[in-house]
């Protein structure tokens, strides 16, 4: 019985079956924790969908910033689509608003007492600890799966407020919070947040360093699972598993085993090229 974390997918739904083949992967006692973007940019994100739905109780997926660009797309049509999207066939599909309805249900955060692993997409600020951060990701999702949930994604999409205080309400308290889950990779050392850099760690902007680097920390005691910045490759330090290796982009396609740390990565063609 083993529980296997897998990086952002992104519609590489063929890369995760060689995967999960390589792994010996068995539905019947193995569990698969995914970091989120399931979907867009890559050729299957229909089939992505299907298959991490079928596998009910054995698959536990966190929300990435593509995921919920689908579900804003969804709601709001043409507003939010882009040009590089490859989400027409899930809105085609006769499943479709079946598998839109199943991924707003979906956590922004995850955490397994026993395995003591919490997984989210991007990244966390350093104010929060580890039940902070839970409590800010439950304010989302009862927001994503009530009756606010058309309303919230007209809002949701911007870049302030850049700095987290607790006297924050309403959508502004709502964006910052899916902000750091999922678009989160830099930080200032008193908590203002960054996000238009996505390049290599050595490179970031002057008075950024990435949000796990950050002394003050809160949550710095928790293991995390991460995905969001394939730049930043295969990461496991202070705490923080980072395990999107750009699939997409030619990179690999990586697991984590969570009871042993043991890594299996696949190597990938790539649908896009940085």
């Given at each position: ?19 999960l ?10 569990t698969?924790?995914f ?40 709601q ?5 689509i ?55 990701a439950?304010e ?8 606010r ?36 990779r ?36 928790q ?9 930043l ?42």
């Amino acid at each position: 019985m083993s529980t296997y974390a897998i990086g952002d997918i992104q519609g590489c739904y063929d890369e995760l079956q060689q995967l999960l083949q390589q792994l010996h992967f068995d539905p019947a006692r193995d569990t698969l924790w995914f970091t989120g973007d399931l979907v867009n940019r890559g050729p299957k994100s229909l089939e992505t969908l299907r298959f991490v739905k079928g596998l009910g109780e054995r698959a536990i997926t966190v929300l990435g910033n593509h995921d919920l660009h689908l579900l804003a797309v969804w709601q709001h049509q043409q507003k939010h689509i882009k040009a590089d999207d490859t989400l027409a066939a899930i809105f085609a599909a006769a499943d479709g608003e079946e598998l839109l309805q199943w991924l707003r249900q979906r956590p922004l955060m995850h955490y397994d007492a026993a395995l003591d692993y919490a997984m989210l997409h991007a990244g966390l600020p350093p104010q929060w600890s580890r039940d902070e951060a839970l409590a800010r990701a439950a304010e989302v999702e009862a927001v994503l799966r009530g009756e606010r949930f058309h309303e919230f994604l007209g809002h949701m999409y911007g870049n302030k407020p850049a700095r987290w205080s607790d006297r924050l309400t309403g959508w502004d308290r709502l964006r910052f919070i899916v902000n750091c889950f999922t678009r989160l990779r830099l930080c200032s050392e008193d908590g203002q947040l960054e996000f238009k850099y996505k390049g290599e760690l050595d490179n970031a902007p002057a008075g950024y360093r990435p949000w796990f680097e950050l002394a003050q920390r809160q949550s710095r005691q928790q293991r995390l699972v991460v995905g969001h910045w394939s730049a930043l490759g295969l990461y496991r330090q202070h705490n923080v598993n980072a395990i999107d290796t750009g699939c997409l982009w030619g990179g690999t396609l990586t697991a984590l085993q969570l009871e042993s740390g043991e890594v299996t990565a696949l190597d990938c063609q790539g649908v896009l090229r940085p």
